[in-house]
């Protein structure tokens, strides 16, 4: 199973990880994990890129292949996947710095701009999405919380992220903190992630190209 998605919003402790039980192997750390009352163990592997895990009957040592076959039902599958699940949450909270910046983005977009956003989807439900506009009246930035799985990951999570206008979109979207633009067209936006892992000093001139190309 795949968990990478978590490295786009937290950063990894190497001494609480190793502390935690994770060993060095190969270039990455590795954690052996007891479940289902020790007849399977799941075996984390986390490198720079990529935090994954896998399921092995103890006795026998096989991969237990249901759990990352996704549409693979049941109680018993279930339970292993929400005890792995329980696993990485516990490493995510001890192991992991996890925040988003937006409310030190939303304090940007105030004293550089000098600019308040505005919600105009409340009538339809959505109070949190908010517009920041730029003289002309036209919209800048748009703070929206969406779901992972909006960006291509296999996630429900929820996560904080600004739509702004680009150019040379795919030059600069690198799909970690920076994706083609969600629910936009992809050609002249982009949707940057509000996380400990942005950029930024990066996000903030890409703000302020985003005023400037509308602007004009």
């Not at 163990?41 to 990352?68: G, H, Q, R």
């Not at 702004?164 to 970690?176: P, Q, S």
């Not at 903190?177 to 067209?185: G, R």
Request: with cysteine; glycine share 4%.
């Amino acid at each position: 199973m795949d968990y990478s998605y978590i490295l786009n919003t937290s950063v990894p402790q190497k001494d609480k990880l190793l502390a935690f039980g994770f060993a060095e192997a190969g270039g990455n750390l590795m954690l052996k994990k007891e479940i289902a009352d020790g007849q399977f163990y799941a075996e984390i592997k986390l490198s720079e890129k990529t935090f994954t895990a896998d399921v092995f009957e103890t006795a026998t040592n096989e991969k237990y292949v249901l759990f990352n076959v996704a549409s693979a039902q049941g109680a018993f599958v279930g339970q292993i996947r929400s005890e792995v699940q329980d696993v990485i949450e516990e490493i995510r909270e001890k192991c992991f710095i996890s925040q988003d910046i937006k409310e030190k983005y939303v304090e940007f977009l105030y004293s550089y701009f000098n600019t308040r956003g505005d919600t105009p989807w409340v009538e339809q439900g959505d109070n949190s999405s908010t517009v920041y506009r730029c003289p002309n009246n036209k919209w800048f930035a748009l703070i929206m919380q969406i779901k992972f799985k909006n960006l291509g990951f296999e996630s429900d999570e929820p996560v904080w992220a600004v739509n702004l206008k680009a150019e040379n979109v795919e030059a600069i979207t690198d799909k970690k903190s920076i994706f083609p633009a969600y629910h936009m067209n992809k050609k002249y936006w982009i949707t940057v992630l509000l996380t400990a892992v942005t950029d930024f000093e990066k996000l903030c001139e890409l703000t302020k190209k985003s005023f400037a190309l509308v602007q004009k």
